[in-house]
């Protein structure tokens, strides 16, 4: 099975951020490692349109084998698009014809290999479409209000809001961390089906960094006594 790690270079929460100092190695490392080192994949390929993300990539033993096209590199390219571009591009520059693959991106530095090999162990017991990584959320989405530009809330959902959170059915999240396709599903344009199933995953796990706030808790996570 291949991973293909996308990784754009036009951060604009965090300038940088895929290859950002991240307690001492650039963050995308963390990621092409915990690849590497898993039992179920055979190659890590890194897609990106910036030629320093491609290098650092590279030197921690990841795959780069083109630049991704300025048409797939910007604030709206769809990564359904880019993960069948480059898909496209492995069958087509490779023996192997390619059916399933794991996503990983770079912004979950805290996801270890034994988290991928767990879900990609679901994927194939489960004969499955999709595994996607979730996080158990930590308060009901039945709270969460819409706000007006005149500071007014409104409900989103409907329901009884005035019920305790251990009265709530138990929600969960996509963590952003991992995701196991069968290529037929992308093909279709889709990440979910019948047959797709979540694999859970602990909080401290499931940091993936949009800004600087979740940069430094992840560092603090990292690098705690």
Not at 69 to 83: E, Q
Not at 139 to 155: A, Y
Not at 172 to 196: M, Q, T
Request: with cysteine; charged share 25%.
């Amino acid at each position: 099975m291949i991973a293909i790690i996308p990784a754009r270079g036009g951060s604009k929460g965090l300038i940088g951020k895929n290859i950002k100092l991240l307690a001492g190695k650039p963050m995308i490392a963390y990621t092409v490692e915990a690849a590497l080192n898993s039992k179920h994949i055979s190659e890590v390929i890194v897609s990106t349109d910036d030629p320093n993300i491609a290098k650092i990539a590279k030197q921690f033993g990841a795959q780069v084998p083109y630049l991704r096209p300025d048409n797939l590199a910007t604030d709206s390219s769809r990564s359904i698009d880019v993960l069948n571009y480059v898909i496209d591009r492995f069958d087509q520059e490779n023996v192997t014809n390619v059916r399933n693959l794991v996503v990983l991106q770079p912004t979950s530095p805290l996801r270890k290999s034994h988290h991928i090999d767990e879900a990609i162990e679901l994927f194939i017991n489960k004969n499955a479409d999709s595994v996607i990584s979730y996080c158990k959320e930590s308060h009901s989405i039945f709270w969460h209000k819409e706000i007006k530009d005149d500071g007014k809330f409104v409900n989103i959902f409907e329901g009884d809001f005035l019920k305790n959170r251990q009265d709530i059915k138990t929600t969960y999240y996509p963590n952003g961390a991992i995701y196991v396709f069968k290529r037929d599903l992308l093909i279709k344009n889709k990440y979910y089906s019948e047959r797709s199933y979540g694999y859970v995953m602990d909080r401290s796990s499931s940091i993936d960094i949009d800004d600087i706030d979740d940069f430094n808790y992840a560092h603090f996570l990292m690098t705690k006594a």
